[in-house]
């Protein structure tokens, strides 16, 4: 079993930035491959970035690309997303999650824990 704990969410103007972090309960954190999601009221969880398990590799949503950077401190077992030019549609309930795995994958199906989510709040 993993523990994920994000922290950093809050109220921000357009424009703005905000960074989250998700840290993780064990030190088998370090060989997997983490993720961000994010889900607003009404619609489905949506993949926002990924990383592998050295960091070497990221991915992201189209809608974030440029603006958003995901990393990672495999001493501190804790992911980050830097999250910059925030736009009101980026106002959602934020998740990181854990694979099992390594590799970079935007599926939340590839992903086995979950964190409880942090509120992100964009204001126009």
């Known amino acids: 079993q993993v523990q994920l704990v994000e922290s950093g969410g809050g109220l921000v103007q357009a424009g703005g930035s905000l960074r989250l972090s998700c840290a993780a309960s064990?030190?088998?954190?370090?060989?997997?491959?983490m993720g961000w999601f994010r889900q607003a009221p009404g619609k489905e969880r949506e993949f926002v970035a990924a990383?592998?398990?050295?960091?070497?590799?990221?991915l992201y949503a189209d809608s974030v690309k440029g603006r958003f950077t995901i990393s990672r401190d495999n001493v501190k077992t804790t992911v980050y997303l830097q999250m910059n030019s925030l736009k009101p549609e980026d106002t959602a309930v934020y998740y990181c999650?854990?694979?099992?795995?390594?590799?970079?994958?935007?599926?939340?199906?590839?992903?086995?824990?979950w964190g409880q989510g942090t509120q992100v709040t964009v204001s126009s």
């Open positions: 999650a854990i694979s099992s795995r390594d590799g970079l994958d935007s599926s939340r199906f590839w992903y086995d824990y």
């Open positions: 064990r030190r088998t954190f370090s060989s997997r491959s």
């Open positions: 990383i592998t398990s050295s960091g070497g590799s990221t």
